[in-house]
């Protein structure tokens, strides 16, 4: 999706192979979805390792982009967690024990990461935060334009978004970036985030944003009318990471960490929880449950002392 050329990008190739790691989590779920769909279960799994900064063995990851990004990159956790607490309690109150569990677990054990959790996070809309925080071990860092809204992407003024002269003038501009190759242009609209293409100026009266729609994977287009002073379009710029490094490293620590996942998430069973609040039929007493679990579980924390250090970035 982020590549002029997906089948041969390093970016789709090393996705790949993070999808073939996380198997044992997602199970079954690929079988009847293309490949293009399923590299969301591998995006989303990096995704949520790198906003959770106790994740063990990823914190070479979240030291360079708290360097790069600073304490708006450290209260993103912040953010998460407690997006992620509003939701709990969503899923006690339609009695969704098996997720409320999964996000705990998530939360109180170091990032670990269920196939109920994976799922559910997939469909939820990515911050513009998020997509920058994940585009960088991609191999690209944003690149912030002054335009007035303090996103720092471009967008049409309400004031312009009805003038035709002015849509074809800032397709034109963003055609500079679009269609460059070491630059990619990720574009939201309508609670949607895709991926542009590039642009065609073939008419010049009628330029058209062709877009990879992640929900089917098919190639979309969009010309002057369809703008509207709502959408906003991310450019990101190839960055200087030693890229072959940093993804043999997050390869590497995520065949341990999904070994290791697997292994916790027998320990700290969630069909357990189930079972003994099939049994009591109280939210008192699931509460109560969840909470020995917890405590009686932060031993196994040693399951995960394999500290890995590095530096992948470029001098």
Not at 19 to 40: G, H, R, V
Not at 57 to 74: A, E, P, S
Not at 122 to 141: C, N, Q, V, Y
Not at 167 to 182: M, V
């Amino acid at each position: 999706m982020l590549s002029h050329d997906p089948s041969r990008s390093e970016i789709h190739q090393n996705l790949m192979k993070l999808l073939e790691i996380i198997q044992p989590l997602i199970k079954d779920e690929c079988q009847k979805m293309l490949n293009s769909l399923c590299l969301q279960y591998a995006v989303q799994y990096l995704l949520l390792k790198i906003q959770h900064q106790e994740a063990r063995n990823f914190h070479f990851l979240h030291n360079y982009l708290h360097g790069k990004y600073g304490y708006t990159f450290d209260d993103q956790e912040t953010v998460l967690s407690y997006m992620m607490k509003t939701k709990m309690q969503q899923f006690l109150e339609t009695q969704d024990f098996l997720l409320f569990d999964s996000y705990r677990l998530f939360l109180e054990h170091h990032g670990l990461i269920t196939p109920h959790l994976l799922r559910n996070e997939m469909l939820t809309m990515k911050s513009d935060l998020e997509l920058k925080f994940l585009m960088e071990p991609l191999g690209f860092s944003f690149e912030s334009h002054e335009t007035g809204d303090g996103t720092g992407a471009l967008y049409i003024p309400v004031k312009k978004v009805r003038n035709r002269k002015e849509g074809l003038k800032f397709i034109h501009r963003l055609k500079k970036f679009a269609n460059q190759p070491n630059k990619r242009v990720l574009y939201g609209f309508a609670n949607h985030w895709v991926a542009v293409s590039y642009i065609s100026e073939v008419d010049i009266d009628n330029p058209l944003i062709y877009y990879v729609d992640p929900m089917t994977s098919s190639v979309k287009q969009a010309g002057v009318e369809f703008l509207d002073e709502s959408h906003r379009f991310y450019v990101f710029t190839r960055n200087r990471i030693n890229y072959s490094k940093l993804w043999k490293n997050i390869l590497e620590i995520s065949k341990e960490t999904v070994k290791i996942e697997r292994k916790l998430q027998e320990t700290h069973s969630v069909d357990k929880v189930l079972a003994a609040r099939s049994e009591k039929n109280s939210k008192d007493a699931l509460f109560s449950i969840l909470n020995q679990e917890s405590s009686k579980n932060q031993n196994h924390e040693d399951d995960w002392d394999v500290e890995i250090d590095f530096e992948f970035e470029d001098k």
